[in-house]
């Protein structure tokens, strides 16, 4: 059931629609669910309709029963989906590993599309156009996984399906809360955890579609170690379509500017999370990919610099905590966390104790000593040290994204001297992620 203050972040996004297109008409009459009649076949949406409908509880969801203008078709789907990969480079890279760029789109070819996904489709194209890509990015992303776990024809369908749907959700939540560079409250991102489960009320009447199309949705957030929402649940808990869909969210969601071997790195580090079967062929895939490509150019001494610098910063505001951070056992996972860092620096040579001799040692003096200098870093295999730092600084951002879920339970912690001391080192962190971004 969708709240109804949920249902009115969408009511007001359908009638910001009407206000700038052709009249919406309904294609049947519409009843409340104990059978009261509301509005007849063939009449038209406006804000007043919108206001009567929006005081009741409807039989069935109100998308499914209206007729949009010019609505999208499968057929420009598929267009807008090849437009979407061409601004992606990890989806292409994806595409190219698996080699099956012909099937995937053959997939989107064999589909159809009920009125209300291709109506929830259209209203997200146009009154959340920043969050319609995303669709058709993880619609992508779950095919080739698909393929590169030799899926037949009709699972390929259903994942691109899924895909397409996963976030309709979004439609009954508070626009505000979208915003990637917003900071939620706890409240907020309480909001935003229901998002799976308003999909799911939305689609599960129609029949095809529950439960092959919903569950994975439901579960799309969910990760292998509970560490997900909104059940929290583990391991074998977890469908194979939703562990694909998870993976595909995350492979989308990465920076589109970071490299095909940053990528394999993240997926490396996201073992415990997402299916490892998963993971390792879409690695193999890309290290395949990878060796007929030509060798990665190094980072530049500046940015491995500053992300040194601010690992070290992160890392001695950590141990400046009061000792007793350790017996919190809220914070035991995070603390576990950060007792790897010294480990996996010091296995590529460094030592976060003497971390000044590093940054001294790559840092040129003058221009005439850089070639010099990026010489010495070769040496000291630079993309090696590169590669960790980028992962440490990759589970520094998911500590941060845990801290920000569970911050009621952080904000909790006795006695408050260490809460807030522990508040303030969360927002080094936040501060330090922002400058590197």
């Known amino acids: 059931m969708i709240a109804q203050q949920q249902q009115q972040h969408f009511y007001k996004h359908l009638a910001n629609f009407c206000l700038t297109s052709p009249p919406i008409m309904t294609t049947e009459t519409l009843y409340t669910e104990v059978g009261e009649r509301l509005l007849d076949k063939g009449r038209t949406i406006d804000a007043g309709v919108l206001a009567k409908l929006s005081e009741h509880a409807l039989a069935k969801p109100l998308l499914a029963s209206l007729r949009f203008p010019e609505p999208l078709s499968v057929p420009a789907i598929k267009v807008q989906m090849q437009r979407a990969v061409s601004r992606s480079p990890n989806l292409e890279l994806l595409l190219r590993a698996t080699q099956r760029y012909g099937t995937a789109l053959d997939c989107y070819n064999r589909l159809s599309l009920p009125p209300l996904v291709l109506n929830a489709l259209s209203l997200l194209a146009r009154q959340l156009p920043e969050h319609y890509a995303h669709p058709l990015e993880v619609s992508v992303a779950c095919v080739c996984l698909g393929l590169s776990a030799k899926l037949e024809m009709a699972d390929l369908e259903l994942l691109a399906i899924i895909g397409l749907c996963h976030d309709f959700g979004n439609l009954f939540i508070d626009p505000a809360l979208l915003d990637s560079k917003r900071k939620l409250s706890w409240a907020e991102w309480r909001q935003m955890y229901e998002h799976p489960c308003i999909a799911v009320s939305l689609l599960q009447g129609i029949p095809s579609y529950h439960p092959s199309v919903t569950l994975p949705i439901l579960q799309h957030h969910e990760r292998l170690d509970g560490s997900g929402y909104p059940n929290g649940l583990k391991g074998a808990q977890v469908g194979q379509n939703g562990r694909i869909v998870a993976l595909a969210e995350l492979i989308t969601g990465l920076s589109q500017k970071e490299s095909n071997e940053y990528l ?107 070639k010099k200098i990026t010489r010495m870093m070769r040496d000291l295999n630079h993309k090696k040290i590169a590669r960790v730092m980028r992962e440490i600084l990759f589970q520094f951002a998911q500590i941060l994204h845990d801290v920000n879920r569970h911050r009621a339970v952080y904000q909790s912690i006795e006695p408050k001297a260490l809460s807030t001391a522990f508040g303030r080192w969360v927002a080094l962190v936040d501060r330090c992620l922002a400058e590197l971004a």
Do not use: C
């Open 264 to 370: 394999e790195m993240v997926l490396k580090s996201s073992r415990a999370q997402f299916d490892p079967l998963l993971l390792d062929t879409v690695i193999n895939l890309l290290a395949a990919l990878s060796s007929k490509d030509h060798a990665e150019e190094f980072l530049s001494v500046d940015k491995t610099r500053h992300m040194a610098e601010k690992i070290q910063e992160i890392y001695s505001a950590w141990q400046a905590l009061p000792p007793s951070i350790g017996d919190v056992s809220e914070l035991a996972p995070l603390a576990v966390k950060m007792h790897k860092i010294p480990k996996s620096l010091a296995n590529v040579g460094m030592d976060l104790g003497n971390m000044d001799a590093l940054l001294a040692m790559i840092k040129p003096d003058t221009a005439a000593d850089q």
